[in-house]
């Protein structure tokens, strides 16, 4: 008789030739997952890990990251609600909840793209042309591309914010 094997689901396998080779045991996956750590932690700066937790350190964040976290934390709750009572929703609640979501996604991105912006200093570099036009007067084709970058984005969020207020409403 056999001895009975096991899939990473703990089902029993009754014919061990077909077992697919990427159903691995526990502690394969354990193994492959160390040395994985293990290649990165030898080829990456340890500096970016002291620069993580700097990142954490609140009393060195600027006003506007508690702001982003208290929106985050709210639209995180009201996901939450719509995700366990969403089944119950009428057809107008259910189109109000889906424009919520998109808005909420789409502030979210945003305030997530300010952050790394601020945080990896690009938005020092990405703004100067813009400094540059509005304080001198010298014109880059970079300027005029950027506040059309960041009209568009307002006007997207003033859209799916004009969109969710008009549903909720109605």
């Known amino acids: 008789m056999r001895n009975e094997v096991y899939n990473s689901k703990g089902e029993i396998i009754h014919d061990p030739d077909m077992e697919k080779w990427y159903q691995l ?3 394969t996956r354990l193994l492959i997952g160390g040395l994985i750590l293990f290649n990165v932690g030898c080829f990456v700066n340890p ?3 002291d ?3 700097r990142l954490l350190d609140v009393r060195l964040w600027p006003w506007w990251y508690f702001l982003c976290l208290i929106l985050v934390i709210v639209f995180s709750v009201k996901w939450f609600l719509v995700y366990r009572d969403g089944e119950d929703y009428d057809e107008l609640q259910a189109e109000t909840a889906k424009r919520f979501i998109r808005m ?3 502030l979210a991105i945003f305030m997530l793209v300010a952050i790394l912006l601020h945080v990896t200093t690009w938005s ?11 304080q001198f007067g010298t014109m880059t084709w970079a300027a005029p591309f950027i506040c059309l970058v960041l009209f568009a984005i307002f006007g997207l969020a003033v859209y ?3 969109e969710w207020f008009v549903s909720h409403w109605e």
């Open 25 to 27: 045991s526990s502690s």
């Open 47 to 49: 500096g970016i890990i």
């Open 51 to 53: 620069q993580l937790f």
């Open 104 to 106: 909420s996604v789409t």
């Open 124 to 134: 020092k570099a990405l703004f100067y042309p813009l400094f540059l036009w509005y």
């Open 160 to 162: 799916l914010i004009k």
